[in-house]
């Protein structure tokens, strides 16, 4: 059974923990996107730090159409907060990259989680802040953020939680019902995660934690990700000279 009260003890103790010894006056900024992850995350770092020392950054890309939600958070918790929007940013790079490319769907999809990071870091460098990674197990299990986008940060709360598991403790740190069950969607595609994956998080969720899964398709599906996008979790590949000795 997971405990979620208990869980969500730990990680607030680990985070106060991570402060301790990477910046005692130090902010936690963190991207809100108005979904499960970033809700949790950002609650965890109110309990953990108090709402003074956490500061939200909401980035739409143009008109977002379910922004309300994010709104809905900050205002829930009470924290700082500020709304810059990436669309000309987007824009402009696209158009510079165009003038010399031609863009593949993965650039164009991709982009505005890059630059989100850069943005988020941003304001971190602006305010003394530490950027929380927002990411769970179950995204990460796939291979489902974008490398130096939203897989990005300087501790993460939730990487080994899966998508089940954060809701449990968004329930238990009393986040309002339509941010925990929101249906997750990346924001760049305009589909669900789910849609994307091609399965669902619940069955994504006992596959992990049991090793059980019905349909043998969808098992191929997880585990071919799995191997494909290990490399997102890794360090990046280091080449190592062979010096000689000093005499």
Same mark, same amino acid.
């Not at 003394?128 to 299990?141: F, H, K, Q, W």
């Not at 309002?176 to 969720?205: M, Q, R």
């Given at each position: ?8 003890? #730990? ?10 010894? !990477? ?67 987007? #824009?402009? &790079?696209?158009? #510079? $990259?165009? =003038? !010399?490319? #031609? ?30 990674? /927002? ?26 939680? /899966? ?9 238990? &740190?009393? $986040?309002?019902? %339509?941010?925990?069950? =929101? ?11 789910? %849609? ?13 934690? /049991? ?7 969808? =098992?191929?599906?997880?585990?071919? $990700? ?8 890794? $360090?990046?590949?280091?080449? =190592?000279? /062979? ?5």
């Amino acid at each position: 059974m997971f405990d979620a009260k208990k869980i969500k003890d #730990e990680c607030v103790e680990w985070i106060r923990d991570f402060f301790n010894k !990477n910046g005692k006056e130090c902010n936690a900024v963190v991207g809100i996107s108005g979904g499960k992850d970033s809700s949790v995350t950002a609650a965890l770092l109110v309990e953990a730090l108090g709402k003074d020392r956490v500061i939200g950054v909401l980035m739409p890309c143009g008109n977002q159409s379910d922004i309300s939600a994010s709104y809905l958070l900050v205002n829930h918790l009470k924290i700082k907060y500020y709304e810059i929007n990436i669309f000309n940013a987007v #824009e402009g &790079l696209k158009n #510079e $990259l165009a =003038k !010399n490319m #031609e863009l593949s769907r993965q650039c164009t999809v991709n982009m505005p989680a890059r630059i989100r990071m850069t943005t988020v870091y941003a304001v971190a460098q602006c305010f003394n802040g530490r950027v929380a990674n /927002t990411c769970n197990l179950s995204e990460d299990y796939v291979g489902y953020a974008t490398r130096y986008g939203d897989g990005a940060g300087d501790f993460s709360p939730l990487c080994n939680l /899966t998508v089940t598991e954060v809701k449990e403790i968004g329930r238990i &740190l009393g $986040l309002p019902k %339509e941010l925990v069950d =929101k249906t997750p969607i990346d924001g760049l595609s305009g589909k669900s995660d789910e %849609e994307n994956l091609g399965f669902t998080y619940a069955e994504l969720d006992e596959y992990i934690r /049991t090793g059980k899964i019905e349909n043998e398709e969808t =098992k191929a599906k997880i585990d071919a $990700l799995n191997k494909a996008n290990k490399f997102k979790l890794e $360090l990046m590949p280091a080449f =190592k000279p /062979t010096l000689g000795k000093r005499e």
